[in-house]
């Protein structure tokens, strides 16, 4: 079993920051990229930032700038640095990984259960 578990969110003000960490466990051969996404109330999930194992980085257009993702491939992790945090960036914050838990297994996406951000005006 893989589990993802993420952690960091909280209420902050406009203006501030958040750090957010996520760490892959369980049966893992190697893991391909891993990832932020998020989902507003009435809204679809939509990607924030992804990072892959040669430490490629790609961003939403609107977000570039303000957060920026990093990774501990020795300990499966994977961070989302938060800066001049919006009202609008309040969400429910999902890891995501892409990895193949067996040598001979395709790759496999797994989620977090999610962690929430608000930003207060």
């Known amino acids: 079993q893989v589990q993802l578990v993420e952690s960091g969110g909280g209420l902050v003000q406009a203006g501030g920051s958040l750090r957010l960490s996520c760490a892959a466990s369980?049966?893992?051969?190697?893991?391909?990229?891993m990832g932020w996404y998020r989902q507003a109330p009435g809204k679809q999930r939509e990607l924030v930032a992804v990072?892959?194992?040669?430490?490629?980085?790609h961003y939403a257009d609107s977000l570039k700038g303000r957060f920026t993702i990093s990774g501990d491939t020795a300990k499966n992790t994977v961070f989302l640095q938060m800066n001049t945090l919006k009202p609008e960036d309040t969400a429910v914050y999902y890891c995501?990984?892409?990895?193949?838990?067996?040598?001979?297994?395709?790759?496999?996406?797994?989620w977090g259960q999610g962690t929430q951000v608000t930003v207060s005006s």
């Open positions: 369980g049966s893992i051969f190697s893991i391909n990229a």
């Open positions: 995501n990984a892409d990895l193949r838990p067996r040598p001979w297994d395709p790759l496999k996406h797994y």
């Open positions: 990072i892959t194992s040669g430490d490629s980085t």
